[in-house]
């Protein structure tokens, strides 16, 4: 077990370096100026420079990318001016030498181009409000997707499984942005004065006294929107896995011996039919906590999806930089505990 997550770990920061390098390349090289961006058009030529010059935009590419990597790194060798200029580096020194530190220190993501604020804070705000409506989103998909698979299965060909498989097809086929304002528009909007939710709001929110206040109703829609095409292909997947291993033999003789249906269905159709539908699950999960870019932008819910936007709009390499990071890490690290998963569902699985 220890050597396999070893293994893994290992084969994710390689996959996290190779995401890293070639995102990073891909923003450095586009024909865009980030700082002609911070100070607008009428900005002259030597500040522009100057600040090129601060933010080590007038190095080459692959200077730029060794002193990212650099940062990003836990250990590293750093100028001992530049920790002394820079406090946001939380280090401990391994090794001295004459003009330079060898430090253990946690990943330096750098400083927004646009704020100036430390790109880890930025991260830290948004990552809980996402993780809260990723994680709604994902456990109403799962529970009632599942419920609605098995009603499905069991009444196949009747009218409720047909009414359950066009809307799920209609579900999926429906872009998450769409359903968005659909739901704003309808709910938050048309249906305000009996609902009460808002069109827009986020997670927080400040009150009439410029205090932090905690929202909970803003969640609802936007992980009604974020939960519908992942509802839906669970629905289609717990159907077909489930009159699959319905058809099998061992299903057949349980039944036929006399075994209670119920226990057929929750001891032993249940369990063997949630591989397909784990790796489903695994995947939309990783989505959702990446950040949900257009529902979060719809609902204006400050999130990971709405920073990225937003920093994408301003070019603010350091932010888009952190959140790719953060999605590629996502991604990883779901599938590692996918692949533990899959050995307690299913004995017929091993990790060898």
Request: net charge positive.
């Amino acid at each position: 077990m220890l050597s396999f997550v070893f293994r893994r770990i290992i084969w994710g920061v390689v996959v996290l370096l190779m995401v890293v390098l070639l995102v990073s390349s891909i923003i450095y090289l586009a024909p865009v100026d980030p700082t002609r961006l911070t100070f607008g058009q009428r900005s002259d030529i030597q500040t522009i420079e100057n600040k090129r010059k601060e933010l080590g935009l007038d190095q080459s590419l692959s200077v730029q990318l060794r002193y990212y990597l650099r940062d990003l790194s836990p250990i590293a060798l750093h100028k001992t001016e530049q920790l002394k200029e820079n406090d946001r580096i939380k280090h401990i020194s391994i090794l001295e030498f004459e003009d330079s530190k060898l430090v253990l220190k946690w990943p330096y993501l750098r400083e927004s181009y646009q704020s100036g604020a430390d790109v880890w804070q930025l991260l830290s705000i948004a990552i809980p409000k996402t993780i809260i409506l990723a994680l709604i989103a994902f456990v109403l998909a799962t529970l009632f997707g599942i419920l609605f698979g098995i009603v499905a299965a069991i009444n196949k060909d009747r009218f409720i499984d047909r009414f359950l498989l066009l809307t799920s097809s209609l579900g999926y086929s429906v872009p998450s942005y769409v359903s968005a304002m659909m739901l704003a528009l309808i709910f938050g909007y048309w249906l305000k004065d009996w609902t009460g939710l808002n069109v827009q709001g986020s997670l927080v929110e400040l009150n009439d006294m410029g205090d932090d206040m905690v929202v909970w109703k803003n969640l609802l829609l936007p992980a009604i929107a974020l939960g519908v095409r992942p509802l839906s292909v669970i629905i289609q997947l717990t159907r077909a896995s489930f009159l699959d291993v319905l058809n099998e033999p061992f299903i057949k003789t349980a039944i036929a011996k006399g075994l209670n249906f119920k226990k057929v269905i929750t001891r032993h159709t249940l369990r063997n039919s949630l591989n397909p539908i784990t790796s489903s699950l695994s995947g939309w999960l990783a989505s959702m906590l990446a950040g949900a870019f257009f529902v979060e932008q719809v609902f204006n819910y400050k999130g990971v999806g709405s920073l990225t936007v937003s920093a994408l709009i301003s070019y603010d390499i350091p932010v888009v930089l952190a959140c790719v990071i953060f999605i590629a890490a996502i991604f990883i690290l779901i599938n590692l505990m996918v692949d533990l998963l899959y050995v307690l569902i299913d004995p017929r699985i091993s990790l060898n």
